[in-house]
């Protein structure tokens, strides 16, 4: 099975109840990502992503991003003395970064997203980060954040 079909199958499990305004890829993203699996919802918002040439595919952008940065806490959690997972601290923190810079020019809400929420997930994620010195992983599966959007 190709990525394509495999992404479309996945969404089609992940977000059956979704929201009809909304591309079902965008709700898949939410589910997946309040589920723990970045990586999941990495995949498939860049799938929604490489379709938009307007202003939103950075907005999608920024929402890759945030959930790239916890894909590399995620396996350096998992995998902490392994040669390349132990290192994925800083590769994070700059996802996170690059995430606030593509969110934070959308007014809030944006597609139903309270923006100062995800920047400030983001936010204190680095901070946190950088006031271990990048020697201690706030991420854990108890401490899984979440983003949930706001109804209409």
Same mark, same amino acid.
């Given at each position: ?15 059956p109840?979704?929201?009809? &305004? @909304? ?14 699996l ?5 995949d498939?918002?860049?799938? &929604?992503? &490489?379709?938009h ?7 999608y952008?920024? @929402?890759i991003?945030?959930?790239?940065g916890?894909?590399?806490?995620k ?15 800083k590769?994070?923190a700059? @996802? ?17 997203l ?7 997930l ?7 980060l950088?006031k271990?010195?990048?020697?201690k992983?706030?991420?854990s599966?108890?401490?899984a954040?979440? @983003?949930?959007? &706001?109804?209409?």
């Open positions: 099975m190709k990525k394509h079909q495999r992404i479309a199958q996945f969404i089609q499990e992940s977000a109840e979704s929201d009809p &305004l @909304l591309d079902p890829r965008y709700s898949a993203y939410f589910q997946c990502f309040n589920s723990g970045y990586y999941e919802a990495h498939v918002l860049e799938h &929604l992503w &490489l379709e040439r307007d202003a939103d595919r950075d907005f952008k920024g @929402l991003q945030l959930a790239g916890f894909v590399h806490l396996k350096q959690y998992e995998h902490p003395t392994h040669p390349t997972h132990g290192r994925r601290l590769p994070a700059r @996802l996170f970064l690059r995430a606030i810079e593509h969110l934070e020019v959308f007014a809030s809400p944006h597609w139903h309270d923006i100062p929420v995800a920047c400030e983001a936010r204190s994620t680095v901070e946190a950088e271990s010195g990048f020697e992983n706030p991420w599966p108890e401490r954040p979440t @983003l949930n959007l &706001l109804r209409a």
